[in-house]
């Protein structure tokens, strides 16, 4: 098993910027995609950035310019710094992580979810 634990989220102006952290234990040596998912109220959840155990990225357009991925193998973390943020950011950011390259479908594992409110 593994567990996923995120911190960083939080309350910011439109055009602030965060940076979120997952960290993972556990069985992490099974673990090669990382990455993060968000959903909005009332909307499904989407995938919003993946990182590879080789550094591979991928980045939603409605990010990309904003949005940074990356990632310390050696503290089994990942991480979102989030720049230039809109109210529509605004959502519930989960870490994902697991066996596959791909986070899609999602990964195996979930973290608890971290808040993200932008917003004036």
């Known amino acids: 098993q593994v567990q996923l634990v995120e911190s960083g989220g939080g309350l910011v102006q439109p055009g602030g910027s965060l940076r979120l952290s997952c960290a993972a234990s556990?069985?992490?040596?099974?673990?090669?995609?990382m990455g993060w998912y968000r959903q909005a109220p009332g909307k499904q959840r989407e995938l919003v950035a993946a990182?590879?155990?080789?550094?591979?990225?991928n980045l939603a357009d409605s990010v990309k310019g904003r949005f940074t991925i990356s990632r310390d193998n050696a503290k089994n973390t990942v991480y979102l710094q989030m720049n230039s943020l809109k109210p529509e950011d605004t959502a519930v950011y989960y870490c994902?992580?697991?066996?596959?390259?791909?986070?899609?479908?999602?990964?195996?594992?979930w973290g608890q979810g971290t808040q993200v409110t932008v917003s004036s």
């Open positions: 556990g069985s992490i040596f099974s673990i090669n995609g």
């Open positions: 990182i590879t155990s080789g550094g591979s990225t």
């Open positions: 994902n992580a697991g066996r596959r390259k791909s986070l899609v479908p999602p990964n195996d594992y």
